[in-house]
């Protein structure tokens, strides 16, 4: 069963042109993240919600904005993707604030081509 | 600011063979988690085996076992019995106490070979 899911799988974008990746989750886990992963490369942590908590790491782009409507879903929002944009997209949920907390729990991810 | 280094970009290993993956990491927390995480090309990041730093015996999953040297803030995975389905990208981990940041490793590509 999907627990963290992410659509769509694979995304084109044309340059300039705004995105949208959604997410969502079956584990009611109170913490959200967006990674972006570049090929052969670590994730790297965009921002977090901490329940409605927005979390923006000090280095992510401007061009990245993320919306949590609730607690199943969050969407993450490129404003004008550029080419150094095209990554893998990783969507995450964890359950925090009790003791032990929970690992991350990743979905498949999206993969985003800028043309 | 928490960092975590995984020393060996590349490893390959025999079938039914051991391998070890290294993974250092620092910080001033005294209490975190740490877990291994494996990505097999194209597909989903999944969880290998975690460690509670709090717990001083060492995690255990199938052939899938950890040497958590706090004081040396090593983390290492040893993968028994390796096999085919066992390539992949690993990822070490780092998760503080408050469990909203999870830091990564550059990661570790192991190929395991007929």
């Known amino acids: 069963d999907a627990m963290v899911i992410q659509n769509p799988r694979y995304q084109v974008t044309q340059f300039g042109k705004p995105v949208t990746l959604s997410c969502s989750q079956t584990?009611?886990?109170?913490?959200m993240y967006w990674y972006q992963q570049k090929s052969s490369q670590a994730p790297k942590l965009l921002f977090h919600?901490?329940?409605?908590?927005?979390?923006n790491e000090a280095d992510t782009p401007d061009n990245f904005q993320s919306r949590r409507p609730n607690t199943s879903f969050c969407f993450l929002d490129i404003r004008s993707p550029g080419l150094g944009d095209a990554a893998m997209y990783l969507c995450?949920?964890?359950?925090?604030?009790?003791?032990?907390?929970?690992?991350?729990?990743f979905g498949n991810g999206t993969r985003l081509t800028v043309t | 600011a928490q960092t975590v280094t995984q020393s060996q970009p590349e490893m390959s290993v025999q079938e039914a063979e051991t391998v070890t993956l290294s993974c250092t990491y620092d910080t001033s927390e005294n209490n975190y988690y740490l877990f291994w995480y494996k990505q097999p090309p194209s597909r989903q990041m999944i969880l290998v085996i975690r460690q509670e730093a709090y717990k001083q015996q060492n995690a255990t999953e199938n052939r899938f076992s950890v040497n958590f040297q706090k004081a040396a803030k090593s983390f290492s995975l040893k993968i028994s019995d390796s096999q085919l389905g066992d390539t992949a990208m690993y990822f070490c981990a780092f998760m503080n106490n408050a469990g909203n940041m999870l830091t990564f490793g550059g990661g570790t590509r192991l190929m395991v070979k007929p």
């Open positions: 995450a949920t964890s359950r925090s604030g009790g003791m032990p907390n929970s690992p991350l729990h």
């Open positions: 584990l009611n886990h109170n913490v």
């Open positions: 919600y901490y329940d409605k908590d927005f979390n």
